[in-house]
């Protein structure tokens, strides 16, 4: 590892498959070779950087508003400005490149700001630029962790498509290495390299595999705490293809082979070397040499102190079956390895260290886009984490929906003049999963909306499944999304709750006890290779005492607080009402190996007088308590936490006023 790592470089993805039509005559990339002090670069060209001021839109939202030329050394934006989300008001554009323009935007009526990357206009009639842009989407909108940046919406329509995210102020750890001329302390290593792993692991249960992990694609917050974003060449785990950014890729990626957690953990190895050394493990002037490198060349041990030195070695394996199993399994391997070394608060000291380098960076704004692969080398450096949001699932909440009467079933429209305004605010929530909600009118009285979601699933779910062998990624999950309205009621007021359920039930998946890979026998599989389970969140009707009857219980706050999921039953009010349940979907999907279902069921009532519900605020849930309850294998009850039974998210909340 000789020579010094080159300053302001973007690492941006090597992308072979599949091959998405352009315009004539527009360049996209060049894939050429670069000797940059020892390190190969992918470089695209038509990438800008945004000017990061506040942009004014030329018609009113929902417009269709015509191009309007440009001086050509003006920055160009990519979508006319009509075609945008209404009821938003842009605060700064970010960035463009050939896929879209990405805009830092907040709504009119409010609610903190969200990054919103628009897909260009040139492509919309691009079959496939569409459709790589909606499965960027689904894949975000599968993970949900306090260490990924979360997706909030996806909106599509003749007229446009467009990815809401979270905001997240930060700094690119590409930024934070390449401002630096020592590397980081180890604690600090230790502590990104743990941030990122447990943001891997969420998407690792959700079946995804991120294939593109490298420092661009990592921000640094002032805590020192780090986020994982863009996802743009994910996939879900055991589909293939030649991608990645080639100073982090793993040899079965150079091979073309299929995508695996395991791909991700190497990925994650070479940006440890890289933080606790200050140079990229593996170095090549060519495509060809660098290939060498990873796939024949020994695992660069220089530098890495020598009680880290086993975690390399495993992380670098060339064959992915000797690298940990699981990411959850690497943060075990590294929390032992660290408190060995650095004494039992090496993560404090780790992130302490970490958010004071990070602060001698340039100040972070929210700015929102979408990694490094949208601007070009020496475009800003403080970014803003778009991306995801579930460890596996349907979470995240459609912040345009209040739109959705006016505007081509909640999007875009070609509107004209009209202007259309809606009263939805931009994300909030929980770190921990996708919920948002609508902010409700200033003034007194009945109405608004609120939106939350909240996600289930195991850490350990072979326990459960009965099967030693069996990854986190298969983890069955919940993914409950609720609406509730009004969210200012009073005694006589009909309150309606509509949950969205989706579910997946692992049925026929097999990993055999020696090894031998994922097999999936088919929604008719029988012991003894696969067994009988169930699991579910909440009490019964009869459990509860009120038998026959479906219920919504509602808890006080305080005590509760806006991030609890409430874990007691005897805090709870419980209450009759009515439901119904429609689109009941539940087919055996043979790519996930799984049961994949869904529902919705809307809970009606009208809330009692004041002696059955006092005035307040309250948390609202039609489960009670919001935890797993129930974990049964082959008839005999299980402990939910010996599965790693877990539960994220946030409930709607509720103000009964006295009259």
């Known amino acids: 590892m000789q020579g010094r790592r080159h300053r302001g470089r973007q690492d941006l993805p090597l992308r072979v498959h599949p091959v998405v039509r352009r315009p004539a005559g527009r360049q996209v990339s060049d894939h050429r070779d670069h000797q940059v002090d020892g390190e190969l670069e992918v470089r695209r060209r038509g990438l800008r950087r ?43 554009e970010l960035g463009t490149g050939a896929q879209g323009v990405v805009v830092l935007a907040r709504h009119e009526s409010g609610g903190p700001p969200v990054a919103i990357k628009y897909l260009a206009a040139e492509s919309l009639g691009d079959a496939a630029a569409r459709t790589t842009f909606r499965d960027e989407a689904q894949i975000l909108r599968r993970v949900v962790d306090p260490h990924v940046a979360r997706l909030l919406d996806y909106r599509e329509s003749p007229w446009g498509a467009a990815i809401i995210l979270e905001a997240v102020p930060g700094r690119p750890l590409r930024k934070v290495l390449d401002e630096r001329t020592d590397p980081l302390t180890p604690e600090a290593a230790l502590a990104t390299l743990k941030g990122s792993l447990l943001g891997l692991a969420a998407a690792h249960a959700a079946g995804v595999v991120h294939r593109d992990y490298k420092p661009g694609n990592v921000l640094v917050q002032d805590d020192g705490r780090s986020r994982l974003i863009d996802f743009g060449i994910a996939v879900l785990a055991g589909r293939g293809g030649l991608a990645g950014t080639p100073a982090y890729m793993s040899p079965e990626q150079w091979a073309g082979g299929p995508a695996t957690p395991a791909t991700d953990l190497y990925a994650a190895t070479c940006v440890f070397v890289e933080c606790v050394t200050g140079e990229k493990p593996f170095r090549g002037t060519t495509l060809a040499e660098l290939r060498a490198a990873h796939t024949e060349g020994p695992a660069p041990l220089e530098g890495v102190p020598d009680a880290l030195r086993p975690l390399v070695l495993r992380g670098l394996a060339k064959d992915p079956s000797e690298r940990m199993r699981s990411a959850h399994e690497f943060v075990s391997e ?58 596996a699932g349907h979470a995240s909440g459609g912040l345009a929906q209040g739109a959705a009467a006016d505007t081509a079933k909640g999007f875009l429209g070609r509107l004209g003049g009209k202007k259309v305004a809606t009263r939805i605010a931009a994300g909030a929530g929980s770190a921990a999963i996708a919920a948002w909600f609508f902010l409700p009118d200033p003034g007194p009285g009945v109405g608004g909306t609120s939106h939350a979601g909240v996600h289930a ?73 696969t067994h009988w389970y169930k699991w579910g969140i909440g009490l019964d009707d009869e459990q509860l005492g009120v038998d026959g009857s479906a219920f919504l219980g509602f808890y006080r706050m305080p005590p509760m607080q806006r991030k609890d999921l409430p874990q007691r039953t005897g805090d709870a009010t419980v209450l009759p009402v009515t439901s119904e349940t429609k689109g009941e979907q539940q087919p055996f999907v043979q790519a996930e190996c799984a049961i994949m279902s869904r529902w919705t069921t809307t809970y009606v009532m009208t809330l009692p007088e004041r002696r059955l519900l006092r005035p307040g605020r309250y948390l609202v849930t039609p489960r009670v308590p919001m935890k797993i309850t129930t974990t049964v294998r082959e008839k005999t009850p299980i402990p939910p936490e010996s599965a790693g039974a877990a539960i994220e998210g946030t409930l709607p909340v509720l103000q009964v006023s006295g009259s």
């Not at 004071?356 to 979408?370: D, F, S």
């Not at 403080?382 to 460890?391: D, I, K, L, P, S």
């Not at 195991?458 to 990624?473: D, I, N, S």
């Not at 969210?487 to 031998?516: H, I, M, Q, S, W």
Request: net charge positive.
């Open 457 to 529: 699933y195991f850490t350990k779910p072979g326990v459960l499944l009965g099967q030693a062998a069996l990854p986190p990624v298969e983890t069955p999950y919940i993914d409950l999304k609720y609406t509730l309205t009004p969210v200012r009621a009073k005694p006589g007021t009909e309150v309606r709750l509509v949950e969205e359920f989706r579910a997946r039930t692992p049925g026929g998946v097999y990993y055999p006890p020696g090894g031998g890979g994922r097999q999936c026998l088919g929604e008719k599989a029988k012991p003894p290779k």
């Open 334 to 391: 590294v929390d032992a390895a660290a408190a060995r070394a650095y004494g039992p608060d090496w993560e404090r000291r780790g992130l302490v260290a970490l958010g004071a380098v990070a602060a001698t960076v340039a100040t972070a704004i929210p700015l929102g886009m979408l990694g490094a692969a949208l601007l070009a080398p020496g475009a800003s450096s403080t970014a803003t984490g778009a991306g995801v949001a579930g460890a």
């Open 50 to 92: 945004g000017r990061g001021q506040p942009r004014r839109p030329d018609h009113d939202l929902g417009s269709l508003a015509p191009r309007r030329e440009r001086d050509p050394d003006e920055h160009r934006t990519v979508i006319p400005p009509g075609h945008r989300l209404p009821g938003f008001v842009e605060l700064a």
